[in-house]
């Protein structure tokens, strides 16, 4: 049972028997605990509505909600808030029913499918800070609206059907130029084995693309073999696709080793055979122009603030673009998977692409008005010097060497622990999870629009706001658990709170569903690691205040495991909707 939702109700009724909004009910937590636990500021906008005095409106709700069982005290304060105190026998009810399946949190009512687009790794190339950062922040707001109750769907949109693949292709060629797959006059039959490995590609794709920049002929070769390519050229596409599989292998075993799987991997190409169709389709209804020989969708609005530039639908030569297949992938969405939300989690530098596809759905009527566009922008995250994070030579910091730079971080923490008791294997096991845990919540613990600093040193502490000290906390529940347990005692009932941290840490895991609830609104998953640690420090001074193993009072002691169970359970729920897992021992 969702707590504020509660009271939200008893307030709202009030207010609505006074003939006022029933919205202006709500109760959110106190802002002021001193004063009170929850509060409810209604009374001031509703005075306003009404042309009334807000002392008067609060006092009347008031006297109208007093009656209930449920409340130890009402006070007025200020112009008109209200501040709510629970009593014991409420606060301990409420908290026990969270001691059933989900926590007692419902699913919602209103499910809708959702679609999140995130990670996106390109062929050939290696994911660095950027893939990071969508993966990361992507895979928790997966995780958060599934759990909340919706449809969800992860998909990866992998970057295959770009100029990066000519380039790729001309790269090879050079290297290899007797391969069956440029040879016009061979149109099947080709090698089931990729001429190239990814260790390959990691040289042959920065290498030509370097060249690509500079070297206008290279340039123009690249431009012709990626046209040819999305033309269907049979050696092409044979090479492409050994291309797509080699990289995705090395893509996929990046992410499984970050705790990431997506529920599809599409790609550019998928929306292939949308694409003609719907170029004939945007010409025809006027909705795509030609313009200085390419062809474009105008998106500009009479009231923008600033220039925005027409779409770029197709190149002059025909070849398809970034936007073109992201306009496609909008239809694919619409018809074929009935999305009704599509969040995109990428880079804020790409800010200025997804309003013009966005736009350009809209106008061509391919999203309807009431489905949901959203760009999930996020900021860099910087090195030591305050600047995007870099290798020490300048260079651009690949994924998989993020990854075992944090399992070392890991691995040296652990070095430090008390706990020694197991195997190697499992120790770089656990040093792999405690590396993740530091990385993902130093990254989640940020509001995602602004940069932050990666300070692996910081991350990886088992004291304050890191993963690790999380972590720590659960592995905590779980130990105290055990040993009871081993001696036979079991977590059981709640029974009212008799000290203040015991009430306190009752009134922190009632927040629990509004925290995930709103992290999932507002596509913001930093409130749910900003809660995890709350809780977690108000669960260590209750562990510290109630020695529970040494309680002579057995309810009392079995309340209070059923506490520590709660607790390790929430906690456990919060961590893995930030996609970070807990190790047994650490
Ligand atoms: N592959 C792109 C990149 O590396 C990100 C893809 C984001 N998703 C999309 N639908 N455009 O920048």
New binding site residues.
Partial sequence: MNVLTHLSDIFGAAFSAQGLDPSLGEVVVSARPDLGQFQCNGALPAAKQAGRNPREIAQAIVYAVEVRPEFAALSLAGPGFINIALTDDALTSYASAMRNNRLGIDPVGDPKRVLV??????VA?DMHV??LR?TIIGDSLARIGKFVGHDVLG?A???DW?TQMGQVIIGIQERIPDLPYFDQAITDGYPDVSPVSMADLQEIYPDISGRANTDPAIAEAARLATVELQQGRPGYLALWKHLVNVSQASQRADFHDLGVEFDLWYG?ATVHELIDPLIERLKSTGVATQSKGALVIDVAEPDDKMDIPPLLLLKGDGAYL?TT??VA?LQMRMDEMQRQELL????AR?AL??EQ?FRAGRKAGIVPDDVVLEHIKFGTMNGPDGKPFQTRKGGVVKLRDLIDMVTDAGLERLAESKFTDYSEEERVEIARLVGLAALKFGELSNHRQSDYLFDLERFTSLIGKTGPYLQYAVVRTQSILREAREAGWEPANLIEPTVDTERRLMLELLRTPDVITRAWSTRAPNHIAEFAYELAQQFNRFYEECHILSEPDEARKASWLGLVDLTGRTLTLLLDLLGIDVPEHM
């Fill in positions: 687009d995130y990670g996106g790794p390109n190339k950027g893939h969508a998909d949109h992998f970057g770009g550019e970034y297949t992201d992938t995109y989690v990428v880079d790409q692409h997804f596809v």
